[in-house]
Nanobody, 119 residues
Framework: QVQLVESGGGLVQAGGSLRLSCAAS????????MGWYRQAPGKQRELVAI???????NYADSVKGRFTISRDNAENTVYLQMNSLQPEDTAIYYC?????????????WGQGTQVTVSS
């Protein structure tokens, strides 16, 4: 198991930047996937970015070129650098850990952090 705590959300004007942090309660070195999801009001939760075993990163098309996910294994922390923010990026952002054991997937979630982008 792993507990995740997000921070770094807030209110920013369009075109601005924020960096989200996700602190894990244990080493993330062996965690298969560390990612960020978001959920806007009235919409389903969607994948924003994921770091797979620290070697590959994938992004939603809507954030490619603007957002960057990174992992600091020494600090057991995952970051999401968000640049050129737009109002449509407004959502609650959730950190996610994916652990695969014996071909079974276990997902863990943080409590979420609100990001609001004003126009």
């Amino acid at each position: 198991q792993v507990q995740l705590v997000e921070s770094g959300g807030g209110l920013v004007q369009a075109g601005g930047s924020l960096r989200l942090s996700c602190a894990a309660s244990r080493s993330i070195f062996s965690i298969n996937g560390m990612g960020w999801y978001r959920q806007a009001p009235g919409k389903q939760r969607e994948l924003v970015a994921i770091s797979i075993s620290g070697r590959e990163s994938n992004y939603a098309d809507s954030v490619k070129g603007r957002f960057t996910i990174s992992r600091d294994n020494a600090e057991n922390t995952v970051y999401l650098q968000m640049n050129s923010l737009q109002p449509e990026d407004t959502a609650i952002y959730y950190c996610n850990a994916l652990i695969v054991v014996s071909n079974r997937e276990y997902k863990y979630w943080g409590q979420g952090t609100q990001v609001t982008v004003s126009s």
